[in-house]
């Protein structure tokens, strides 16, 4: 993986180097957020803004609001109304692509902006089936651009915590993995998530399997087999999306995942509870990083990523009295996608995600489905 030199140019700078995917990169890289909810304002454009490498140039938002707030914050940015208007500023004023719009429209405005010839981020879930992605990696592969998926998760603190133990051995072989998002939303789903139906990519195994999975998948292989049951256990307005799911996977290393994910618990069980041959992990909380942001923070700021030390994840080894006790976690880096991505269009390396990756969960999703 390539370090970024941290220099900077002009909008007007025209010096580029090759890309992976044989292109080149201007710097500032222009880049246009399609959705201005809490997918672009939160997740996308703060950090594209912190990193000199990229540049806020367009955002597309039908909501007034947070048109006028997009305006605010970024004030050189061209705000428009649809991602069709931001689409036909490709080639004069856009780079990059971000799509954080509904997932029913993820496959055909990756589409149009691989076809018009720029570099595509698209938020999870990637496309709402697995052939759609397929199709996208052909296309992008042809057209010579290239093409990730914002599997942010993978710099959750607790994520990175619990891959420095496994990578040390400290809790030995793993052999199970037990892994929540687990909440209480006892109105149901909102926005546009209550009015979606599975097969447009709406419910809970939708919103947050692909995480979950991503991060067992990461973590430990590909798997050999796949159960999981889905219900729908709230209110959902004119939707059959479902808002508790189970999923179990027994993956080729061996080792046997278990995911939960729902919005009834008034009592939530542990983020991660993680069995080895020598010893356990537990962890309870979800990561910081989406509150913290919601809060106002921003990247940079010295408490983005910190973990509150109520929330660290304990370590029982019971032959190692020593080992056994609060685990001091990594820090949340959420900025680490768009500086792996940085580095690739600028100087070449891997992509942050490959999309494959995300095709990967997206058929255990169907599998469960049935679609």
């Known amino acids: 993986m390539t370090t970024a030199d941290g220099s900077t140019s ?19 890289i222009r880049t246009a957020v399609l959705g201005f909810g809490v997918s ?39 705000i428009v109304g649809t991602p069709e208007e931001a689409l036909g500023l490709v080639g004069d004023a856009v780079d990059l692509v971000v799509i954080g719009t509904p997932p029913a429209t993820h496959f055909d405005l990756a589409a149009q902006a691989i076809e ?15 052939a759609q992605g397929e199709e996208l990696v052909r296309r992008a592969a042809a057209a010579g651009v290239s093409l990730t998926v914002f599997q942010n998760r993978r710099w959750d603190a607790d994520l990175l915590t619990l891959k420095r133990l496994l990578d040390a051995g400290s809790l030995g072989e793993p ?15 909102r926005d546009w998530k209550a ?40 209110p959902t307005a004119d939707a059959d999306a479902d808002d508790d799911a189970v999923v179990l996977l027994r993956h080729a290393s061996g080792v046997s995942t278990r995911l939960s994910m729902n ?7 542990p983020r991660f509870h993680v069995l080895g ?30 973990e509150p030390e109520a929330n660290w994840g304990v370590l029982t080894v019971p032959d190692d009295a020593a080992a056994t006790g609060p685990v001091e976690p990594e820090r949340g880096a959420y900025a680490e996608f768009y500086r792996i991505l940085g580095d690739h269009l600028t100087t070449g390396g891997p992509v942050p995600v490959d999309p494959r990756d995300a095709i990967e969960a997206l058929q255990i999703i169907e599998s469960i489905h049935g679609l």
């Not at 007007?12 to 992976?20: D, K, L």
């Not at 950090?47 to 609001?65: G, I, K, M, Q």
């Not at 309870?284 to 990523?305: I, N, S, T, V, Y």
């Open 116 to 130: 018009a010839g720029v570099h595509v981020v698209v938020d999870k879930p990637f496309v709402t089936r697995s």
């Open 175 to 189: 052999l199970v993995f037990e892994s929540r998002f687990e909440w209480w939303k006892p109105g149901g789903m």
């Open 195 to 234: 009015r979606t139906d599975i097969a447009d990519g709406g419910g809970i195994l939708y919103d947050l399997g692909p995480h979950l999975i991503d991060q067992a998948l990461h973590l430990f292989g590909p798997v050999e087999s796949v159960h999981g049951e889905v219900a729908r256990r709230l």
């Open 40 to 78: 672009g304002r939160i997740f996308h454009a703060p950090f594209l803004a912190a990193d000199p490498r990229f540049e806020v140039s367009v955002v597309a938002t039908s909501n007034t609001d947070r048109a006028a707030q997009a305006r605010q914050e970024y004030p050189e940015a061209r």
């Open 263 to 269: 919005s009834i618990s008034a009592a939530p069980g």
């Open 277 to 306: 041959r020598r010893g356990t992990y537990t962890k309870h909380g979800l990561d910081q990083q989406e509150p913290q942001l919601l809060a106002g923070l921003r990247p940079g700021d010295d408490g983005l990523g910190r």
């Open 10 to 28: 002009s909008t007007e700078s025209t010096a580029a180097s090759t890309t992976a995917a044989g292109r080149s990169a201007r710097t500032p």
